[in-house]
């Protein structure tokens, strides 16, 4: 029995949840109120010491950290393959990439653009703002060379392309487009976004905080 310990607006939890629903895998739903503080309870931090979520656990099987995750259910549930092959060394070790740049830089910096379209226009660092949009904008201009030829970031859809998911889909609400200066993007978004797995966790109404 998997049980996937997530929270309100996560984004990696919702990789998780995309790698699950990709896999045909059912689960309970365990949401974590961290506003409340439950994550720095004993009984959490005895499954993840960080305190943090997605936690997933497999029976006595427990497991902390999205990439981690998303690997170990690669590992143990292997149809459909989220990850390049073992003999691919080279796509393999790029899907990584991919996968450690969504989470470190991309989805970080959506967050903190969120963040501060989320505060009364009075407070808001409007030069804050600006910045973020375009180191945004450049992620895109990056992704749309690197998808030249490709229809996914590591050739088949995989654990790269879903990393980017959570905060790509919110990207037009924040005014932010892909738009037709972006073919290879703009294809590749439409391509994700009409996946049954995507479609699963839009009509969850997983998003994030719409900005003011
Ligand atoms: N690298 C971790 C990041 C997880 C993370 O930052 N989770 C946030 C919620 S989206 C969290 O639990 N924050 C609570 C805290 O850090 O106290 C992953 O990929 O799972």
Redesign the pocket.
């Known amino acids: 029995m998997i049980k996937l310990y997530d ?1 309100r607006d ?4 919702q990789k998780v949840r995309i790698a699950l629903a990709e896999k045909g895998l059912s689960y309970e739903l365990v949401m974590v109120d ?1 506003a409340a503080g439950e ?1 720095r309870r004993a009984e959490f931090l005895r499954l993840n010491p960080y ?4 936690v997933l656990t497999d029976d006595d099987v427990v497991v ?4 981690i995750i998303n690997e170990y259910l690669d590992d143990e549930y292997p149809t459909p393959s989220l990850l390049p092959r073992v003999e691919s060394s080279a796509t393999r070790a790029l899907c990584r990439m991919f996968e450690d740049f969504a ?1 470190n830089s991309f989805t970080p910096q959506v967050d903190q653009l969120i963040a501060e379209l989320a505060k009364p226009e009075v407070e808001r660092d409007t030069s804050r703002v600006q910045r973020l949009r375009q180191a945004i904008e450049r992620v895109l201009d990056y992704l749309n060379r690197q998808l030249q030829g490709r229809h996914f970031l590591a050739d088949e859809f995989s654990v790269a392309d879903i990393a980017f998911i959570p905060r790509l889909m919110l990207l037009n609400g924040l005014g932010i487009e892909i738009s037709a200066t972006r073919p290879n993007g703009t294809a590749w978004l439409n391509r994700l976004l009409e996946r049954p797995s995507v479609l699963e966790l839009r009509g969850a109404g997983v998003s994030a905080p719409a900005p003011t």
């Open positions: 929270a996560c984004p990696y939890g961290l994550n305190g943090r979520v997605p902390y950290d999205s990439t989470d």
